[in-house]
C-alpha cells in the first residue's frame, strides 16, 4: 500500500468494476430478465436461492475453458462471480448480517 492507494497485483480495482458492469447488464438485458423481474427472483421466493447460486457455480466453472473460445470463457468466469455474490447476499440475508 502506498499512501492510502492500495498497489493491487491482480488487477482487482478494474477487475471489480467489469463484473459490477457485468451485472448491471444482467438487469438490462432481456435474456436474464424479463419485464424488470429476474428468473433469480423467483428462485429466491421459492427458497431455493443457495442450492441454485451453488450449483450455477460448479457449472460454470465446470464449463470453463471447454465450451467456445476466450472470450465465452471469460464470461463463464463473470457468471461464476455474480452467482458467488447472489449466494453471499442470500446468507447475508439468512443470517442477519447488517450492511458493511
Request: glycine share 8%.
Amino acid at each position: 500500500m502506498t499512501g492510502n492507494k492500495i498497489d493491487y497485483k491482480f488487477n482487482e480495482k478494474e477487475l471489480l468494476k467489469q463484473v459490477a458492469e457485468y451485472i448491471d447488464s444482467t438487469y438490462t438485458n432481456h435474456h436474464y430478465s424479463k419485464n424488470r423481474i429476474q428468473t433469480t427472483e423467483f428462485i429466491a421466493d421459492s427458497g431455493h436461492l443457495v442450492g441454485f447460486a451453488a450449483g450455477s457455480i460448479i457449472k460454470y466453472t465446470q464449463r470453463y475453458g471447454h465450451k467456445g473460445g476466450p472470450d465465452d470463457w471469460r464470461k463463464d468466469l463473470m457468471k461464476t462471480i455474480h452467482c458467488a455474490i447472489i449466494m453471499l447476499s442470500e446468507h447475508d440475508r439468512m443470517n442477519d448480517f447488517d450492511e458493511k
